[in-house]
């Protein structure tokens, strides 16, 4: 993101020339006043702030008048609302790609009217490589073209040592095979020499270079299976290492990283990139030591033999070695293209899955078939394109390759004709070069697999390089918890230029209970979020009973923390080992009790299998109110000093509600509770109700405290009260006792 541009000089000696002060700031945007595309700027000295047009200075507003600042989100663009005297001017128009920038500009002017101006740099967000200019692959930083490949390898290889010994078995299996190769021909040509065309050749001489020329081919095959057996070994262990470290260092990722990654994208990376690595590995890394000595020995073998049918053979290799150059560029971009569309397809397949209820429940099946279709359909075209390609320029490479054959055979069979030279020494001359082809052939196809494996290596290596959110956990310390939490000046956001949590200060003491309200998007979930660790806080600080939560120990303190959300997820598993999640020592009688808190005993008992009913995927074999009761008891098993309740009663009925909320009163019982819940009747137990508005506090106080202030809070209970009444009148007439829709806010209802 670009906070300091160049102006030039044009536009700076014009700034100076009306001594509009020094430049603090400057952006560039792309539409002018007009609508139109030009060229602008924004500028901030420490005076003014400063719109300019094609070099011309457009609006200046003092900075000491401005009242308030707003970028504006309008649809496929922005605007910059500057307010000065009560006068809203709209500074700078721009498109989509320049809103984080003046979301920026928002947090910069807002910090200077706040009195806490502070020094921002421009930073790198781009998705081009700034060496070439090229894209990054689809959702990685990896340059295609300026990628240290050689270093890839060189990590591969690292990681493979472990195995060392299966890789030096796998060298000495290829060298055996190697030498029997080697010796094969010379076997092929005194058979035919000594005993198929010499007249005098005698039966048994015949019989024994059959028998020597079987017991090479069986030795290739055994060697061949014993080579197949370790390098299978090899690889998958490789394989299941990498594995391993992606997947545990998803699990060091703080859920902010996680959440800008596409679940498709990182199950590519840990199934398919691994496995790609282990079959490069298994089938070319090792195979390439071996090729290069075969092939060099080969090459030795056949200048000894006659250099001037070895040269023959090596006629063509320039023109072959043009062509292959350019095939491997084209084959490169082709491949990067498909894998980019096959990662589109992941993506999306994975992203309709998991929003398949929602396909079914609105009917959207025929939908959802087209989308998948269409980007099945771009890989397929992508596939078919990039087959057809490899399936003809491979095979015409091959053909020159073996061009030189012509020649040999040509040259050589005259020789064979006026007798200068043996038909075995042809054969065996001619198996030697066949062996010389195949190996120049393997070596055409090895960029395609350095690029895949590279390309793979890369994407593997990027997660692995991310810096781990938790790896510094076991220096933290594991204080008493008692519940006793402060908020102080807690700024929050998941962008840094657009704070959610603004300057947050509260003190919970221990066993109180908050309820959190405000207006949707008010930040209410965010301070959750804050509080249960899923993000830490750009400035301010959560202590908890004099601690920094973030010098806390992760695990110990989520181990002190109960958690029920609306939509409570379970595991697919029995009961029993959902309620243990969060205290997997926890007895049997401990879930008994955790269950009977949670008021789920009785329908537990009920089930046909009791604790060990299988719930399911995501538990959907129970009802909603179910899954929430057996979240309850998951959350209090161990027995937690804080509490988080987060639309704990949204998604069940009235009746249900009333066994939950009887759960749940049972449950706060001498915890520190937060509880967002947008039926504001439901918090009628908080010793304290806490207001947001934009992420700051608006209001704190007792029900009765906020309705006598007339703010906020009584704005949104009279609301909810109409709301409610709307509801029962339209219950009476014939709409049923059950609230339409989660917990009966309906399309338009009130805010929270
Ligand atoms: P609601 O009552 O609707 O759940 P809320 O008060 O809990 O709203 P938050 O969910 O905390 O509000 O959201 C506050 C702001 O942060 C919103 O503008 C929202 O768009 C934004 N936001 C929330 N989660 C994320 C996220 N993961 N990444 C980026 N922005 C987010």
Not at 40 to 56: A, Q, W
Not at 108 to 131: M, T
Not at 146 to 160: E, H, I, L, N, Q
Request: hydrophobic fraction near 40%; charge should be positive; charged fraction near 25%.
């Amino acid at each position: 993101m670009i906070l300091r541009c160049e102006l030039g000089k044009v536009i700076e000696e014009k700034i100076e020339k009306a001594a509009l002060g020094e430049i603090v700031y400057s952006l560039p945007y792309d539409v002018n006043e007009k609508g139109m595309f030009s060229e602008n700027f924004f500028v901030i000295t420490h005076k003014n702030l400063i719109s300019i047009s094609n070099d011309e200075i457009k609006t200046v507003l003092p900075i000491e008048k401005v009242e308030k600042v707003k970028a504006v989100e309008l649809v496929g663009a922005g605007r910059l609302e500057i307010t000065c005297d009560s006068i809203c001017y709209p500074v700078a128009k721009y498109t989509a790609e320049y809103m984080p920038q003046f979301a920026m500009v928002e947090r910069i002017i807002q910090e200077i009217l706040d009195g806490e101006a502070r020094a921002h740099e421009s930073f790198e967000e781009s998705k081009r490589c700034p060496n070439c200019g090229r894209n990054y692959l689809r959702n990685t930083r990896i340059c295609p073209q300026c990628s240290d490949k050689k270093g890839m390898f060189k990590r591969v290889a690292a990681m493979a040592a472990p195995c060392k010994n299966l890789y030096i078995i796998m060298l000495v299996l290829f060298w055996l095979n190697s030498a029997v190769m080697l010796l094969a021909p010379e076997v092929q040509k005194r058979m035919i020499n000594d005993a198929i065309t010499n007249p005098d050749g005698k039966l048994s001489v015949l019989i024994f270079f059959v028998v020597i020329t079987a017991i090479c081919n069986i030795l290739t095959t055994a060697i061949g299976i014993a080579r197949r057996i370790v390098s299978v070994k090899a690889s998958n262990r490789l394989v299941k290492d990498m594995r391993g470290e992606v997947y545990s260092k998803l699990q060091q990722m703080g859920i902010g990283k996680l959440e800008s990654k596409k679940t498709g994208d990182m199950m590519q990376r840990i199934n398919r990139d691994t496995m790609r690595i282990g079959h490069f590995i298994q089938n070319i890394g090792v195979m390439a030591v071996n090729e290069i000595i075969l092939f060099l020995s080969v090459a030795v073998v056949l200048f000894v033999y006659n250099w001037r049918m070895a040269i023959l053979i090596l006629l063509p290799m320039p023109f072959v070695s043009i062509i292959v150059n350019k095939a491997r560029h084209e084959v490169r971009r082709r491949y990067h293209t498909q894998w980019r569309k096959s990662d589109k397809m992941t993506s999306k397949l994975n992203d309709i899955l998991n929003g398949m209820r929602v396909v079914k429940a609105f009917g959207r099946e025929n939908w959802a078939i087209e989308q998948f279709a269409e980007v099945a359909t771009e890989v397929k075209e992508q596939s078919i394109d990039n087959d057809r390609f490899s399936g003809t320029i491979w095979p015409i490479v091959r053909f020159l390759v073996g061009f030189g054959s012509y020649f040999v055979l040509l040259y050589g069979g005259n020789l064979v004709a006026n007798g200068a030279l043996k038909l075995g020494d042809l054969m065996q001359f001619s198996t030697y070069a066949s062996y010389l082809y195949n190996r120049l052939d393997w070596f055409a196809m090895l960029p395609r697999h350095l690029s895949e494996a590279a390309t793979s290596a890369q994407r593997v290596f990027e997660v692995l390089d991310e810096e781990s959110d938790y790896d510094t956990e076991e220096k933290k310390g594991c204080p008493e918890i008692k519940g006793d939490i402060i908020f102080k000046d807690v700024t929050f956001g998941y962008k840094s230029y657009r704070s959610v949590i603004k300057n947050f200060s509260l003190h919970v003491k221990e066993g109180e209970m908050i309820g959190l309200v405000g207006h949707s998007g008010a930040g209410k979930s965010t301070l959750i979020n804050l509080l249960m660790r899923l993000y830490d806080v750009d400035d301010g600080a959560i202590t908890i009973n004099g601690n920094n939560l973030k010098d806390i120990d992760r695990a110990y303190y989520k181990h002190n923390l109960g958690i029920v959300l609306q939509e409570s997820y379970l595991f697919a598993g029995s009961i029993l080992s959902n309620i243990c999640y969060a205290k997997p020592d926890a007895t049997v009688d401990d879930v008994v009790r955790a269950a009977k808190i949670a008021n789920a005993h009785d329908f537990i008992m009920r089930l046909p299998n009791g604790y060990d009913t299988y719930v399911g995927e995501k538990g959907y074999r129970l009802s909603g109110g179910e899954r929430q009761r057996i979240a309850i008891a998951r959350a209090v098993i161990s027995d937690p000093k804080i509490l988080i309740l987060d639309e704990a009663t949204a998604s069940v009925d009235t009746e249900t509600e009333a066994q939950i909320q009887e759960a749940l009163g049972r449950l706060v019982k001498g915890r520190t509770t937060f509880a967002i819940a947008h039926r504001l009747s439901t918090l009628k137990n908080a010793n304290r109700l806490v207001v947001l508005e934009e992420g700051r506090i608006a209001e704190v106080g007792t029900h009765n405290q906020l309705m006598e202030k007339d703010g906020i809070y009584a704005g949104l209970v009279k609301a909810q009260r109409t709301m409610n009444a709307m509801n029962f009148n339209a219950d009476e007439g014939g709409m049923g006792g059950r609230r339409r829709g989660p917990g009966g806010r309906g399309p338009g209802g009130p805010p929270r």
